[in-house]
Nanobody, 116 residues
Framework: QVQLVESGGGLVQPGGSLRLSCAAS????????MGWYRQAPGKQRELVAR???????NYADSVKGRFTISRDNAKNTVYLQMNNLKPEDTAVYYC??????????WGQGTKVTVSS
């Protein structure tokens, strides 16, 4: 069973940066595409970044050029470097398997607040 633990969120001013980490248990992490999702208050959860097992990446238009997803298969960890943060990036961020694989049980997420 894959367990997911996200960390690295916090309060940051507009234009600032944060680096999120997600530790995944389970040996099957390395064979799946992984993604970072976010859910803002009152909105549906959305996929913002995806990385395949061989590190090909895709991004939502809203974060392209500002966010970078990466992974360390030896550590079963996926990262999200977020630069030039905007108030609209405020959300709880989660990691999980990415399409085409269905998500596993969600972790607790890590909250990111972008505000002056």
């Amino acid at each position: 069973q894959v367990q997911l633990v996200e960390s690295g969120g916090g309060l940051v001013q507009p234009g600032g940066s944060l680096r999120l980490s997600c530790a995944a248990s389970g040996s099957i992490f390395s064979t799946y595409a992984m993604g970072w999702y976010r859910q803002a208050p009152g909105k549906q959860r959305e996929l913002v970044a995806r990385i395949t097992s061989n590190s090909n990446t895709n991004y939502a238009d809203s974060v392209k050029g500002r966010f970078t997803i990466s992974r360390d298969n030896a550590k079963n960890t996926v990262y999200l470097q977020m630069n030039n943060l905007k108030p609209e990036d405020t959300a709880v961020y989660y990691c999980n398997r990415a399409p085409p694989s269905p998500p596993r049980p969600w972790g607790q997420g890590t909250k990111v607040t972008v505000s002056s």
